[in-house]
């Protein structure tokens, strides 16, 4: 049978077990196998064997249980609520000043654990209670988690940086500096968006009593039982009535909320900073960043043998996910390539025009298009090995193409039908919100990251200027 045969109906196959609601890693384990099979006869398994082993194996990917590790750890501490309240007061005389925190938390969080499904679920069992009970927009409140949450895709500890470094070779410390300024450039695009928004369209909410974001957040802490998670430190002097307060006090509570998170900071940059500046290794950055998450913990009097416990068994089941999921997608691309797809797609992406921007938005297009229907783990696996060649005979630089690609892939958890932020945000809201509430409020921030994306074809140097600079 013809490769380009093979190849259509291996993806008509996959689209088709999808779409079935069977567990995405064994649609992909299963068709990989029979379409190998197919294709090279049964000497495919010791191949498909090889690479599991390969990966497995490989010493950058250890750095992915500790990085998931120290963000449950920061989580389940009651640190995060720390933070929460710390973006509050920096940003509560903006318009919108709530959804600015939020989208503020969201990006500092997710310097914290580099999966999505931690930044999201976070984000809205802290913010969205407190925003639903200020009366802010229920669709912009729920984009706000949702656009912030997905930051943890892109800023690093970015667990798919290491996972793209692992596939293709680059540098994690230069994918970690690239990293930084796209997510800068679209958090300060979503609270641009914000601030507009509550400028010129929507009537910023007033906070009623027992309503401000500091009794609602120790509200949380104490309802969720964590340990030395009920108070920040902060009095009752929030919301409306911030501009009542003497300009000392003021001060004195911004400084109390910062101080409370410094530690959570210095962790992050320091982890951060010494694979960025090649003094460690992520493997070796990971396990001091998940040691110190436990110090600190430890500090604050929050580290108990309860939240622990919890705290690694959530990394277990997430990790083991992911294991289980690579397993499945590397049976499916051995079969993929050995069939032939490797030609057969590079031909006709580079058949469909002789332009390089055209070319580079085609294979963009295809992403987002697989981010709808896929996890990011699959599309990187499939994608890589026929994209990766065609950058080099672009001769695009192999940085910057990567960070497109995270950005890309950011964007497509925020689009239906199964954008993954969406159905972690539908099971983290009320009842009365419903998955049409979600998708409604998402999509003006889903643009704002469009937005970004067109910024960082057009200016390629914001995505390489800080690894030029430390490098």
């Known amino acids: 049978m013809d490769s380009e045969v093979l190849v259509a109906l291996m993806l008509v196959a996959l689209i088709a077990g999808i779409l079935s609601g069977a ?6 384990g299963t068709v990989g196998i029979v379409f190998g099979v197919i294709g090279w006869g049964w000497h495919i398994l010791p191949i498909f064997a090889t690479r ?3 990966v497995m194996t490989n010493y950058l990917l250890v750095a ?15 640190l995060a609520e720390d933070l929460f309240a710390g973006t509050e007061m920096i940003s509560r005389r903006l318009k919108g000043g709530l959804v600015v925190a939020t989208i503020l938390f969201g990006t500092i969080f997710a310097m914290c654990t580099g999966v999505v499904a931690a930044s999201v679920i976070t984000a809205g069992v802290l913010c969205l209670p407190s925003m639903l009970s200020r009366n802010y927009p229920k669709g912009v409140a729920l984009g706000a988690v949702g656009a912030g949450g997905t930051l943890g895709i892109l800023i690093p500890p970015s667990v798919m940086l290491i996972f793209y470094a692992s596939e293709t070779g680059l540098s994690t410390g230069r994918l970690f500096a690239a990293a930084y300024l796209p997510g800068i450039l679209l958090a300060s695009l979503f609270i641009l968006y914000v601030v507009l928004r509550f400028t010129f369209f929507d009537r910023e909410p007033s906070a009623s009593p027992g309503n401000d974001i ?18 920040t430190g902060l009095d009752d002097r929030a919301g409306a009535g911030a501009a009542a307060v003497p300009a000392e006090s003021d001060q004195s509570d911004t400084w109390r909320a910062l101080r409370a998170a410094l530690p959570l900071f210095g962790l992050i940059f320091a982890v951060v900073g010494t694979i960025i500046f090649g003094i460690a290794t992520p493997t070796e950055a990971s396990a001091a960043g998940a040691f110190g998450a436990l110090v600190i913990a430890a500090a604050y009097r929050r580290l108990t043998w309860p939240m622990l416990k919890a705290s690694a068994l959530e990394t277990i089941e997430t990790v083991g996910m992911i294991g289980f999921l690579i397993v499945g997608v590397l ?3 051995s079969a993929f390539l050995g069939i032939g797809a490797k030609p057969v797609v590079s031909d006709i992406i580079l058949g469909i025009s002789g332009q390089p921007i055209v070319i580079l938005l085609t294979m963009l297009a295809i992403l987002f298009v697989l981010g709808m229907l896929l996890d990011w783990i699959p599309i990187l696996y499939i994608t890589l090995p026929v994209f990766i060649p065609i950058v080099d005979q672009m001769g695009w630089d192999p940085l910057w193409f990567a960070l497109l690609v995270v950005v890309c892939l950011q964007t497509s958890w925020l689009t ?4 993954f932020a969406l159905f972690f945000l539908r099971g983290i809201a009320p009842p009365e919100v419903t998955y049409f509430d979600i998708v409604k409020g998402c999509f003006p921030f889903m643009l704002c990251q469009l937005v970004g994306l067109g910024i960082l074809i057009l ?7 800080l690894p030029g600079l430390v490098m």
Not at 64 to 78: A, E, K, T
Not at 220 to 229: D, F, H, I, L, N
Request: proline share 7%; no cysteine.
């Open 459 to 465: 200016f390629p140097q914001i995505i390489l200027f």
């Open 331 to 333: 049976a499916f691309t």
């Open 416 to 419: 239906p039908p199964f954008g």
């Open 52 to 54: 599991v082993y390969d």
């Open 214 to 231: 500091r009794s609602i957040v120790a509200g949380q802490s104490g309802e969720s039982g964590k340990t030395g998670a009920a108070s």
């Open 64 to 78: 992915v249980p500790l990085f998931v590790f120290m963000g449950f750890i920061i989580s389940r501490s009651g």
């Open 23 to 28: 567990h995405l890693a064994a649609v992909l």
